[in-house]
């Protein structure tokens, strides 16, 4: 057996489990407050010492300092007039107008109108540079709110003022602006809306920073303007109503929204009065047949009343938590409180429970719920509330036993994997340390006791899963499933491991992202800790028997070879979300370079190519990967799956052979064996069977980044033919040779060669169609304009 490896792991089918707990949704009374969130004192006298000793800790908190040094010239009426009593407004689908006119944007478009603090009442455009507010361009709509009594401006197009304020909602959505559905789904814009919600979303990243630049320094002119920041937004949160990112507001008292959207009977939005969802075109206000009730659009996925999207109001209301915590117990020089009796009861009470018993509706377990656990878990530590504790390790295990494989991969992709971790990584920081307050008696008799969710349980495979998967040169991600083939390993994992495992690791962030330390190295990595020396990335050839997919990686363990048979599922043993119909596809890797790639993820919003096609369904159908397309279909997406048929290393070669499980169902055969060995030359090489048997017409499809450069012989007979079923949308310059000796294909990208030799006798393969296939493998770079890649199809029938 090859030993390249740093570590091996003997998984056996352990279920996951950090500690057996009991759902109980009691919200436990505010006690007095003993513990810490996530940065504990011996954290924060961790970072000090690194602050101390090295330079990559100084070069964070110098960073820090610049970030909060225009807050520092602010006094306090700043903040209070910055922060808005008004709910204020999504971001997501406000498009620049004038560049709508002038056909500068895409339906759809957002993320073009800039904010800065230094102008903080304007956007500006950063394509066209048209300001707004603008007498061209101004709010004349208005969207009430009475039963609460808010009300909304918003942007309105010339054909939309035209019709007067009294036209029907439906006829002036004819002119507003696109969003969604390309297009069809029209969005509200509101430059004041999106205004309000900048300069809140600035406050709340500085008030954190500020807090932790007080943690370190001790400068009490820090922990003064979080306080600032922090009391204000305790006293505006009980105005701020729910709305979604489409543009909609719920004219009711949040509490009632918030069990209404959390309810499994009723609809993810909820179910409410018709007139009571609020949208400037009346969407969502008659959401079933009989026009009886309205929904705030998708409920908590797009709905919020501090973040109208991904994990909701969970991450900002976290990040306050984390500021109080840190500045609570903050005193001026004379010795009086920063924060007191009543502004502390104010943000605990009004904010931060007020805020937790509206998100704790929300029990999704996917990579934008397990948000709220994190919150939850630390709000729960910091106010010692076992039962608010016991709620996120539940979503925490559920999760884990739901969405990871045993050998702690994510069922969904690697880039999904990143984002779900994202938010398990602040979990795991929650509830680090917490134990069960004295005297607290739990109902199951089993107290929690100085958890460490990092080693207890099997999260040490989750944080392992992160670097096994690694990809060549080292710090790429494999692109299986919608994973944009761009992704850089998840950091938040690596760093955990860094930091919190055990010193083995010292140095793997160094060694995957190149960074000495960052934010999270400064309060969990010891300072005395060894980082310079060369850790090797701790990948090898191995099979994941959970996830399905196997690499081979070659003996010299450099991290620049590798082959990866993705196996793959669907819904076989687990929920698989974002996997792609790509059953026995290979990958490979050679001399650091991607070489037969899979395409990656497109886009994740049904966007088109510039000439309309859907080009996810192009990356994630079974044509676009390196694999057999029988009859020219795609796999079943129903229950199917592989087995690992053979798996061996020696220091010559390495193989591995898996059959699948109900992909064809017309083939009672569809396995595949490959083997990876390093020529004299040093030169990398695969030896690849593909068995089918069954159906009736075979098409080994293969396909390699770069530029196919030479036939061998040179001198085929290539004739254009034509392709036919599901090619024809995305082929292009079908081009056929029949042959009657075996072929060779040599592509070349960047600087490396590659050439795939059929070893066809004349009567195994009828033709080689070689093609032109898409070169881009994402919205952008569809839009952008890539050359196309080429892919051949080697035909049996
Ligand atoms: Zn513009």
Redesign the pocket.
């Known amino acids: 057996m090859q030993a390249s490896g740093a570590h091996s792991h003997v998984l056996s089918g352990t279920i996951f489990s950090i500690a057996t707990v009991l759902l109980l949704l009691g919200v436990a009374a505010l006690e007095a407050a003993a513990s810490s969130s996530v940065y504990h004192p011996e954290h924060i006298e961790n970072a000090r010492e690194n602050l101390k000793r090295h330079a990559w800790a100084q070069t964070i908190v110098r960073s820090w300092e610049h970030n909060v040094s225009f807050a520092m010239q602010q006094d306090r009426e700043f903040f209070e007039e910055l922060i808005s009593e008004l709910t204020f407004g999504t971001f997501y689908g406000q498009n620049?107008?004038?560049?709508?006119e002038?056909k500068?944007?895409v339906v759809g478009e957002h993320g073009?109108?800039v904010w800065t603090i230094s102008n903080p009442d304007q956007l500006t455009?950063?394509?066209?540079?048209?300001v707004y507010p603008s007498e061209q361009y101004p709010e004349t709509g208005v969207l009430e709110c009475p039963r609460m009594g808010q009300t909304f401006t918003y942007y309105q197009t010339p054909g939309e003022r035209a019709l007067g304020p009294d036209a029907p909602a439906a006829e002036r959505a004819k002119h507003a602006l696109g969003w969604l559905d390309g297009g069809k789904r029209v969005q509200m814009t509101s430059f004041s809306g999106m205004i309000r919600g900048e300069k809140n979303r600035w406050a709340w990243a500085q008030m954190l920073v500020l807090a932790k630049l007080y943690a370190i320094t001790g400068e009490i002119g820090y922990a003064e303007r979080a306080a600032w920041i922090l009391d204000r937004f305790a006293r505006v949160f009980p105005n701020y109503l729910y709305h979604s990112y489409d543009g909609s507001y719920a004219d009711l008292p949040p509490a009632e929204v918030a069990a209404s959207m959390g309810d499994p009977n009723t609809p993810s939005g909820g179910r409410f009065p018709p007139e009571a969802i609020r949208h400037a075109y009346g969407l969502n206000q008659h959401s079933d047949d009989n026009g009886d009730y309205s929904t705030l659009f998708n409920g908590f996925w797009g709905a919020g009343r501090l973040f109208a999207h991904a994990g909701s109001d969970s991450a900002p209301l976290r990040h306050m938590t984390v500021a109080y915590d840190l500045i609570r117990d903050a005193r001026y020089p004379d010795g009086t409180l920063l924060l007191d009796d009543s502004a502390q009861k104010r943000i605990v009470d009004d904010l931060l429970i007020a805020g937790a018993e509206d998100t704790e509706n929300w029990t999704d377990v996917s990579n934008n719920g397990m948000s709220t656990y994190a919150f939850s878990a630390a709000l729960g530590t910091l106010l010692q509330q076992p039962d608010r504790v016991r709620h996120a390790l539940s979503g925490l295990n559920e999760m884990l036993s739901d969405r990871y494989h045993f050998d702690g991969f994510y069922a969904e992709t690697p880039h999904y994997a990143s984002w779900n971790f994202e938010h398990v990584g602040a979990l795991l920081d929650g509830i680090y340390g917490y134990s069960d307050p004295e005297g607290y008696q739990p109902p199951d008799g089993q107290r929690l006791e100085n958890l460490n969710p990092f080693t207890d349980g099997d999260m040490h495979l989750v944080l392992q899963a992160a670097v096994r998967m690694i990809a060549p040169p080292g710090n790429r991600t494999p692109t299986i499933g919608d994973t944009i083939y761009t992704d850089r390993p998840a950091v938040r994992p690596i760093q955990c491991l860094d930091a919190r495992l055990s010193e083995q690791y010292s140095g793997l962030l160094k060694a995957v992202s190149g960074t000495e330390g960052n934010e999270y190295s400064l309060w969990y990595r010891p300072a005395n800790a060894v980082t310079d020396r060369d850790i090797r990335i701790p990948v090898q050839s191995e099979w994941f028997p959970g996830w399905h997919v196997g690499v081979l990686r070659g003996p010299d363990g450099d991290n620049e070879t590798a082959l990866y048979l993705n196996g793959n599922e669907h819904l076989w043993t687990k929920r698989t979300g974002h996997r792609q119909v790509d059953i026995l596809s290979i990958i490979f890797y050679a001399f650091g370079r991607e070489l037969a790639s899979d395409r990656g993820y497109f886009s994740g919003s049904a966007q088109v190519t510039p000439d309309g096609r859907p080009g996810q369904a192009w990356v994630d159908s079974t044509l676009s990967h390196n694999l057999v397309v029988v009859d020219n279909e795609v796999q079943r997406r129903r229950v199917a799956g592989s087995n690992l048929e053979l798996f061996g290393v020696t220091p010559e070669v390495e193989v591995i052979e898996a059959s699948a499980h109900n992909v064809y169902p017309q083939c009672d055969q569809y396995r595949r064996t490959c083997a990876l060995a390093t020529s004299p030359e040093g030169t990398p090489y695969v030896v690849d069977f593909f068995r089918v048997h069954g159906g009736s017409l075979h098409q080994y499809s293969f396909n390699c980044n770069g530029t196919m450069v030479a036939t061998r012989p040179h001198d085929l007979a290539i004739e254009e033919t034509t392709l036919s079923g599901p090619w024809v949308q995305w082929l292009d310059r079908p081009r056929a040779i029949v042959p009657d000796m075996p072929l060779t294909f040599a592509w070349s990208h960047d600087g490396v060669n590659m050439d795939l030799m059929l070893l066809n006798r004349s009567d195994t393969v009828d033709r080689v169609i070689i093609a032109d296939a898409p070169g881009w493998r994402t919205h952008q770079e569809a839009m952008a304009g890539r050359d196309p890649i080429q892919q051949i199809l080697a035909e049996k029938r």
């Open positions: 620049c107008p004038a560049c709508v002038a500068r944007s073009l109108l455009c950063r394509r066209c540079g048209t």
